[in-house]
């Protein structure tokens, strides 16, 4: 009588004839999958071994998944929520990305992409040390490059402020939030600048 393949699926086996088990002195045909030695993680699933019925069943009951892993690290693996602690690229509120470009603010769409590129690389201020990611999100907002020294910062607020304040703009308040930005972003700056 035939193997009925969903069966031998559902119960784990992968049965071409080719493989032979793993197992030393084995002659049988390796049709379950086992963990191999390199074990899954940032350079892809891993490698499997394969063993017949009987040697599948004695590296199960003698497998340790906690084998190498600190204290610290098996009662964090054993926690209820283990895996859940990060978000995914794909499934965090901002995909990966520190911020969209604004389009209305460059006349060429490329010069919108590379001053993405430009922010998230680390530069460093004037006294040496690297600017962090709120800092250069701040002079992203104020256009400024990241050897701007003190006198500038002020200039280019003032400029800010006065090209998106209110009371220049006729009344006009729908350039508050980015005028909210503006402020924002030097007082975050005047600190360290």
Same mark, same amino acid.
């Given at each position: 009588m035939a193997a009925n393949p969903k069966n031998d699926r559902f119960h784990g086996r992968v049965g071409n004839g080719e493989r032979r088990c793993a197992?030393?002195?084995?002659a049988g045909a390796g049709e379950f999958r086992a963990p191999g030695e390199q074990r899954p993680g940032f350079d892809g699933p891993g490698d499997y071994r394969w063993f017949?019925? !009987?040697?599948v069943r004695e590296f199960n009951a003698a497998y340790d998944w906690f084998a190498g892993m600190s204290p610290e690290e098996i009662l964090a693996a054993q926690h209820p929520t283990a895996g859940w602690a990060s978000e995914s690229r794909a499934f965090s509120p901002t995909a990966g990305i520190d911020f969209a470009p604004r389009w209305a603010d460059f006349a060429d769409p490329l010069e919108a992409i590379s001053s993405r590129a430009r922010a998230s690389a680390p530069r460093a201020r004037a006294d040496g040390k690297l600017l962090t990611a709120d800092e250069r999100r701040s002079l992203e907002v104020l256009g400024l490059g990241h050897e701007a020294d003190r006198g500038e910062l002020r200039r280019r607020y003032s400029a800010l402020v006065r090209k998106y304040h209110p !009371?220049?703009?006729g009344g006009d308040r729908s350039f508050e939030a980015r005028l909210?930005?503006?402020v924002e972003a030097y007082q975050a700056l005047r600190k360290v600048l």
């Open positions: 197992a030393v002195g084995c017949c019925l !009987d040697h !009371d220049r703009n909210q930005q503006v």
